[in-house]
DNA sequence: CCAATTAATTAGACAAGCCTAATTAAATAA
DNA sequence: TTATTTAATTAGGCTTGTCTAATTAATTGG
């Protein structure tokens, strides 16, 4: 199946939509994905149906055909060998290679992918920590759970972080936190969900439910 | 400035025509060279004279303006290095780089290609022996000669090779003729140009005038 | 159950890059 | 120097992917 980058862009997002949200998946909530407008969504859920890679209804949403799964996982397993290779061989920070990636992923030729993947020796997780699927779309299994889920005194290690939020790396990378590290929870404040958190058994910081609920620790 | 992919296939294009062919750079030509109707050249020619990328008159033909210029080194340092990534690191052969690579060079991020210069230690020349111009623009030095100009006895080394006939590059892989194979000319043939060679000492074959115009060695 | 709001869809447009089929200009050869 | 041939240009059209501004469904709060 030959696929545009636009069509890729689409598909990847449907698949990390199904993935995340427990909901259908429609125009509105694809069009925050993708950074279009929704009237451009139903446009191209229109051709992705025609091509078959989507099946679409007001009431199921887009759900994509085993085809349309298959290439969104190895768009997935593409994007996540590239970061890798951005950070450990080109040596890029954690918050900077997500905009690289979404280009690199999009690069085709036979063995390309696989070829990445031998050269960076068949690497489980990628630098946010999420899981790369291997060549038969299969992922590795990790025990995560969000920070947001640990009672006072527990400690833990930053484990993966959502990687399409740059606000979100970069605030990450001012606190000194990147994948490994270790945090204690100190206090939980009833009044607002915020936490106190000794990060690396040094200094101590405040941060909100709302970061809490977007960090994965094991 | 801000160029799309196409437009960068068409500065590189002019860029590589003119230090190739010594005649005014005209549609037809650049037409070949991206392989694209000659109306869709005219086209292009106005847009990138209206982004001041290049001038154009029948006379003059295209030619690149200094940000021109700059923009179209930069996409053939970019190609060559990932060129020399293929080869080194990913494992590819000879001949299935160059589409790749096609694509690579239009990825886009600030020091992306300067880690990656970095990475592959600083490179002088690409797989087929093409010269990488350094962050400034500058070429390394070769006095590399067509295999056609040497004389009956010579021995040479194949240095440099054209980059975009794939069916030449499969033509020497088959011939067992690679970077830094070592060839002597056993007879030149008035009738035809053709010539006898022998490829590092051992097996002898018969090429065309084509062929050795083809080759440049040192 | 109806009005108000929100979401999906349609209609119509536009930029980028390409094409084919004229048309015009230039070069060449008789 | 005129006729022929070749090359450049224009005209008009198509696809992809996007947009804004209607319009039509759905959902929901009162
Ligand atoms: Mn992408
Ligand atoms: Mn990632
Ligand atoms: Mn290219
Ligand atoms: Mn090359």
Redesign the interface.
Known sequence: MNTTRAEENYLKAIYRLTKTKKQVILPNLIAEKVQVNPASVVDMIKKLVRKELISYSRKEGAKLTDTGQRIALNIVRSHRLWEVFLVE????SWS?IH??AE??EH???PD?VD??DS?LDFPSFDPHGDPIPDKMGAYPISKKIFLSTLSIGAECKVISVSDDNTDFLNYLEKLGISIGTKIKILEKNAFDDSLSLQIEKKNIITVSRKFADSLYVI
Chains 1, 2 share one sequence.
């Not at 061989?89 to 890029?92: I, N, P, T």
């Open positions: 061989k080109l040596e890029y900077e905009v690289i280009q690199l690069i085709k030729h390309l070829k990445l050269f």
